[in-house]
């Protein structure tokens, strides 16, 4: 009984550790500044439908915070609309062709999570929506507003990454299991 109870403390002692205690922790940007556009120009309106696409994300990320899977499919049905109804007409060449990439594998993530019951398995398509939407945001913002980047160093076998339009940490990968577990990783 003594090497259960050992072994529990230990646990829960790896958890917070790898969480930061349970308070959120903010990291500045690998050179210490806020990230700046890393590449793409675009127009006042592509930006306006990018943030309108961002709004759609943040909603499914707070029905995975919740874990509500029947809004997260719902969530993500809108999200995967508002993305495939997105007019690429200013893009060309590479921007063209990165834009393609990553809104492809989000639309495709996003329909997964429709067509998914359990919580787990949409957040793990919420991963790799997620990691698509970043190179996105990174690529063609900055926006009107700030967009964290956030992380969950717990996620599987390693670490998943997701936006956010606050500060505080809402962990869409855990939810109440872990709601504060993560950290920022940079401004965009």
Known sequence: MKYVKLTLILAIGATLLACGGGEHQHKATDDGQQAEAAGYPVTSTFKAMLESVLDHYFVLSESLVQADAESAKSYSADFASALEGFVVDELTGSALEFWTENATEAIGRAKAIT??????????????????????????????????????????????????????????????RMLRCGSIVREI
């Open 115 to 176: 067509e998914l019951d359990d919580i787990e398995d949409q957040r793990y398509q919420f991963e790799y929506l997620s990691e698509a939407m970043i190179n996105v945001v990174r690529e063609f913002g900055p926006l009107s507003f700030t967009v964290y980047q956030q992380r969950c160093p717990m996620v599987r076998d390693g670490s998943a990454d997701w936006l956010s339009r606050e500060k505080g940490i809402l962990n869409p990968y855990h939810g109440d």
